[in-house]
């Protein structure tokens, strides 16, 4: 038995970073499928020879899993997919997601960017993943025996979902309740197609049904009498996200044409997916002047949306200064910078300002029709926190026919299940809990943004993880069930 | 006899760790009666060896010295007579020399009971003679423990015997008196002990200086005191507590040198004793056990087991035959009968591996054997009236040259013997063959040692074993990622271990918070120092890997049986070999098997209760005649759980030793556990006699599926990793200087950290474990966890996840590193934004992390000190960072950019960079140089170490070793050897450097002061600085290194280091700094050797509190390499050793050397935020200087949080422990060392040679030598480079003469410009760091003797040696030019391991070789006379030369030339025979030519590397 690799230790030198391209943007706006072309493997293969193995993986410290980024690069370098597919599965319960979605913070800290670009973690990811279902290396991983005990999952975003699917592997029973008629929560209906397309989440959905996951979709727990439910479970996860959305009020907010962003993309993810959106008033850019109030990946997601409804003119702003396009003296390698991103969706299309701020809208018989800005500057404040300062005479009226507030989330609903069971909130209004994900609520654990605040999906995958393990311990005194240990690189502010 | 002389340990300090070294010799009559004169010469002698012993603090107080004699009747007879009672005819009385308590009424009750034993003992009691003394001149310390020294003499009572049958009577009596009197209340029993009792031989000895001695004892210079023979011995303690009693030589020998495999030898020993038979002794042999002193010195007991041989009745040269054989295992050209000899007693003893020259004599024979390497010197001199002179240097006695007939040296293994019966020297050949027929030993070979061939072919490995089960079984006995991914792999693949770099960053066994395997909690020891590490790879001539299994009988009688055994070639099966084995079950080999598993749900109470029963089984089947016991940890499952290997292995090896038995049987290991190389050795190292890992090889089909590139077949593949396990034991063996696998079973060679009291004194006796640890509870709960990974996670198949390790890379959920993503990106933040948030963030995560999961410094705090002071009080940065130096990292292994910014930042701070073992540019020898390194370092391979290297340094640092891989040279990769490296290091481009794990002129300790004193008179301007790892004893090093003369030593942690090292060595060699530190800062202390010398402490030093934590154990320096690399951008990718390092840090590629991004300012920041977290700690104690902290151990205190589920069993009280010792002890440095540099004869010469030091004119001049005027022309050389520049002088400008014995070092780094020469001969060392001098040496013209036949200079001429000439009339000892760079030199002959690890120069050799010529030799070349034709065949190691004729014409010219100098310089006869028939002389010679060299030649001359350009940073 002999075989040939190409030694891997001067990859990083011979080669360059190179990524898939993308579906020409007049192609790509016309559809709403997924906007990369195909990655072909060999070219893969060399991409993860440019991974360095390195002593300190600072990627793996960089990834909220967690993720044995240099034992998979080894292996799909050696072109021995099942081996590392093992190693990816062992944290990530979705890689299928991550491997799209995620604004990649293991590579913000891949050595490799020292002195060069970073190794396309992201990319590999996704096309371990891909390669394994390709392979039916993808078990459901229903468990060999059950433990008897039952957990409900509230809300089945990337956080419940990944509670589930770990609780189930431990054994427990486990039924995951969904408000919406779909199991995916902003991975079903907030990310748009051409960014995740539907069919990878139903994918996913359908396995872990197979493994013994119970989805019950349309029940609100927590709304009229399905909050007594709960009671016969051993144990809750409350993976209910932060869905309340943060709010601009300024004069002639109530005005038509002004749209919480999740409302819009909600409705377009439907649209996609063929459901009848009958009981509620479309809303839809076409021919329309859109601007867009928030410079986030939710923003961008509606640009790419209004780019495919055919805006007549997309503007984007955001109040924060036009960050660099290199890193910040103060955010250096390894942590994750804040820097000038551009998304496929702004390749598509739009007007970006920043250090803009909204003064008021202009409406005409109860629509809007401008919006009224201010150029601001940070100044650092008598309490010496920085502080928002409008520049004179730099006022600008903007014709606007829709307005997407895409300005973040402030937290979990705190009516609803929360309510209901007494879950107390903490000071920013994410659900209270102790370290090990448990609420004053005995047996009520929470997990992803309701409890963390809005993050990253990655990050809510791995509260999911490492809920699911305090739920086990919970429940049977002890868990097998993987942890993703320390090691996470701190946020650089 | 009491251990009374043995201070008791306390707190780190532990007398079982002294080391000795010593100078030893014999001068003897072979005709004739005795003389005085004999006596006289050899206590002159002594004197001459003066500079081999030492003193301690009390510069009056010796080590010891003393001397052995014939009895001289006719004297005794006349002071009995004074003393009241009369003496019996020669040979019919014994005599005993005494020492008693001063106490007069203790010494009367010891008399008495001696008096009543030798009744008892049917012998007669005729006397006590008190002897004279006169103790005006011996030091303090040595008086305070003065005994009263007597003499007993013993009559053989009624019956008449042999003087045979008479000695093992009065051996007998001994030993009985010895054990009666530790019976007697201590009190009683204080200061007793018998230096010898013999009617043949009697020692005078002391805790003396050698000129002591004779004064001590009046006795001695009496004309009437004569005597044929006379043995003498000096001591180099490694401590200053030396005792009386510990003086040599002993009854029956001395010893210079170390055994390093005592303890081993002491185990099989005691388990032998319980099986003594001998019809000599018949029912008296019960009465001498306990045979052993334990607990005195290796050389004490090795004398105890040599008498023992020797009285029942094995003449003394079989007995050292048996103790030091030679190296017969690989020996081609050795008899058959000799052959059989050894392999027969390979049997019945192990040998009693180390360095020694052993000096013997039981009154009739006077002889000495040197260890199978040659490691010590031993000279001796032949006169024509028949005197022999024998002693560890040559011109030690006054001898008329014209009245030599020969000049020798013992040679490796050889014996050298005198029969003064026969009155003749018998020649090692003669005896060998003597001993070696008195019995049929080849027909009981061959009859009944079975060898692996009988078992007949074994079946090539084939069983597959299902995924699931595999990995099951893998969760059991805990394997990780890394075993599969990393460490297994290159073993499988290429037959070796896998590599590393960047040193160990991760937590101890019992300070990590994760199971560890209990191989884990122990340390390997390594040599250092007072014993050279082996080169298994280059000397493996001397080694040996065979293992014997079967019971071993009587070691007192000899017969057939005694080698009824089967003879393997290694001690690690295969399972089919094992399963052959246990088929066996014959008469000899009968097997037993032991299941090693116990019910894991009883934890440690039921793993006590299995271990219980196991020895219980082993014990009742030896009782039952089996003698393969096969422990197996075979059936695993769901209840039942592994014990530990080795702790079955190390249970079962002591119940054995306890109850006498484990030499009735072989312990052959069958276990799943072991995998890496360390646990092999541990295995061995504790009794195992086999190891099986059948799970490692089971598992090698599913690795070579996953491991990249060309894959070997699996029984291929399981050959490798056999073969990867055995060099690797090997290589840890040779660590320690061991050869032999047999002597290293058992041997325990180890040092356990973390483990409990009651776990060691059970299954690990007398190992050292001094801050406690985990106890057999905790060790359960190790295995369970393991256990449970496997069995309980089979309900949920799916999770059954393999641990990742993290022990080499850094990964969540691993092992934690200090380095770690967190620190490394804080650190570099805040030294790259000049941040002190950041490094406050940095140290507060590393301080945090050291308290929860990393170092023993974690687990201490400061305590509150007196009130605090403002911090504007503490003295400024700028001086404590003067106390800051980085590491000895070479200009090789890192970039000139990062070397170069290293040393930049360190000089403008006022520290100190280190050039670590590289060398460095001439262009920054410059002092006013920016990029200069202050710090000199002097490693093994000697690379780049010329004059004026020297010349130009502030400190010297000698390596002994480095704490990421004690006990092995450092090594550069070929793919890092560019042409720019090779030229500061004087070798060859892309030829691989290796060098040699010992420094070839360190064998021992008194060696090491001899380089310190070469380097003292190379410059006397800098401090000498010594550098040792941290493991158990490394204290009582430091205190001979201190008493060796040393100004600074560095104590240096094993979690450091930087280099490529292999993964056994990085993660299981050496210990903390914290363990080391304070070991050495209390033995210092407490020998009162602190005040002359300065502590330095590194190994991952990062933050203020580390440096406070160190400094109040002890250090008044603080060395960092680790932490200023990443704050100039190591992101510690640990490649190291593949040229690859991303940021341009450990590499040489000029495309990755162009990324590098740190700068001086990087590093300066560093020291800058350290020094100021250093100064808030001083203020918050009220102190005002970094000074005032030094020592102050009792403001540390233990802190260890109580969640550490293994770490709360640690005490670390013995760490903490002051001293209470007088002030002017515990002052630090407030001594310097006196190198008696005043003293040393260069002074002359530099006066002489005044003139030509000013103007540079010719001169001549002649002086006479002594082998006490050491490093000649070294200063001198000193003195021209300093007036005319590294350069030196042009050639022929100073020519001096000296007539005589030169000492050690003769011409050491002199220069060009000087000829010394020598009318006489020389010592070791002749010729080392030679830098551009010639030397000359030839016999005087009165001499007869023919000089090519006779040794004219010692061993390890031409050492490192760079440029010059040598030519030398007469034969060289052993490794004549090793590491020679430049050198071109003729010799008539030399002895083993000639040109090793050359790299250049040239070398002519007229006459014969030794063994093991040119390994290692990697350039240069060397032209041998091949008279016999033997040299290529039986000479020569051909691994990496090839052998050709002297063809070309260029080639010829220059041997031509070269033998007609000779011929001119030195008047040699052999090369004027050669010259007269050059044409018949030339197709006898052969050249010696390195393969690699040639092919770089090559690629020179056409012209490959000259467009390589040398750059430097221009600072």
Redesign the interface.
Known sequence: MTKKNEDKSRGFLKYKREMPARRPVSERVLDSAEVYFPFPEEALKTQATRCMDCGVPFCQAGCPLGNRIPDWNHFVHLGNWKEAYDQLRMTNNFPEFTGRICPAPCESACVLGVIDSPVTIEQIEREIIEMAFKQGWVDAGTPAVRTGKHVAVVGSGPSGLAAADQLNRAGHWVTVFERDDRPGGLLQYGIPDFKLEKHVVERRIALMEQAGIVFKTGVHVGVGADGETLSAFDAVVLCIGATKPRDLPIPGRETDGIHFAWNYLWQQNKRVAGQPLDHVSPILAKDKHVIVIGGGDTGSDCIGTANRQQAASITQFEVLPMPPEGRPVHQPWPFYPMILRSSSSHEEGADRHWSVMTKYFETENGRVTALHTVKTEIQTGPDGRPKFVEIPGSEVRWPADLVLLAIGYTGPDPDGVVARLGVPLDGRGAIQTDGAYQTPVPGVFAAGDGRRGQSLVVWAISEGREAARAVDTYLVGSSRLPTKGGGDLPFVR | MNNDHLLPSEGLYDPAFEHDACGVGFICRMRGEGTHDVVDRALTMLCNLDHRGANGCDEASGDGSGILTQLPHGFLEASCREAGFALPAAGTYGAGAVFLPKDAEQRRYLMQLVESVILDEKLQFLGWRQVPTDNRTIGRTALEREPSVWQLFVGQGIEDLTSEAFERRLFVLRKVLEHAIRKTPADGANGFYICSLSSRTIVYKGMLTTQQLRDYFPDLADPRFVSRLALVHSRFSTNTMPQWALAQPFRAMCHNGEINTLRGNTNWMNARQAHFESPLFGNDIAKLLPLLEEGTSDSAVFDNAVEMLLHAGRPIPHAMMMMVPEAWEHHESMSDEKRAFYNFHSCVMEPWDGPATIPFTDGRYIGAVLDRNGLRPSRYVVTKDGLVVMSSETGVVNIDPSDIVQKGRLQPGRMFLIDLEENRIISDDEIKHRIASSQPYAFWVAENLKQAEDLGPIPPASSTIDADTLHRAQLAFGYT?EDL?MLMPPMIVDGKEALG??GDDTPLAVLSENPRLLYDYFRQLFAQVTNPPLDAIREEIVTSMFTSLGAQENVLGEGPLHCRQLRLKGPIVSNELLARIAELDEPGFEVERLATLFPVARGGEGLLAALEVLCRQAASAVDAGKTLLVLSDRGVDADNAPIPALLATGAIHHHLIRTGRRTRCSLLIESGEPREVHHFCLLIGYGADIVNPYLALDAIPSI???T????P?RGDAEWNYIHAVEKGVLKVMSKMGISTLQSYRGAQIFEAVGIGRSVIDAYFTKTPSRIGGITLDIIAEEVRLRH??AF??????????MH?GGR???????EH?N????T??RL??AV??NDASSFAEFSGIANTEAREQGALRGLLKIRAGQKAIPIEEVEPWTEIVKRFKTGAMSYGSISSESHEALAIAMNRLGGRSNTGEGGEHPSRYDRTAPHRSRIKQVASGRFGVTMAYLASADEIQIKMAQGAKPGEGGQLPAEKVYPWIAQVRHSTPYVGLISPPPHHDIYSIEDLAQLIFDLKNANPEARISVKLVSEVGVGTIAAGVAKGKADVILISGADGGTGASPMTSLAHAGLPWELGLSETHQTLVRNGLRSRVRVECDGQLKTGFDVAVAALLGADEFGFATAPLVAM?C?????CH?N?C??GIATQDP??RA?FQGTPEHVIQFFHFVAEEVRAILAGLGFRSLDELVGRVDLLEQDIPAHRWKASHLDLSAVLMRLEVPRILADFQTNTQEHGIARVKDNELIARAAATLETGEKDAFSVTIENTDRAFGTMLSNAIVRRHGPAGLPDGTLTIDARGSAGQSFGAFSVAGLTLRVEGDANDYFGKGLSGARLIVYPPASATFAAEDNILIGNVALYGATSGEAFVRGRAGERFGVRNSGVRAVVEGVGDHGCEYMTGGCVVVLGTTGRNFAAGMSGGVAYVLDVDGTFASLHCNREMVDIETVETAADQAELRGLVERHAAYTGSVQARRLLAAWEQALPQFVKVMPVEYKRALKRMAAGEYATVEIRHVAA
């Open positions: 990622s991914r770099s960047m070579l599926e996953s990249p590139g060309e894959t077949e449970a990974c309980e996670a089979a309900s949920t198949a799916s999770l059954a996840v990742v080499y890379q850094w990964r969540r959920n691993g590193h380095y770690n993503p967190q490394i990106a570099q933040q790259r934004q951008g992101i510690m990718m640990r490649k593949l690859t991303p940021v495309e990755l990324k």
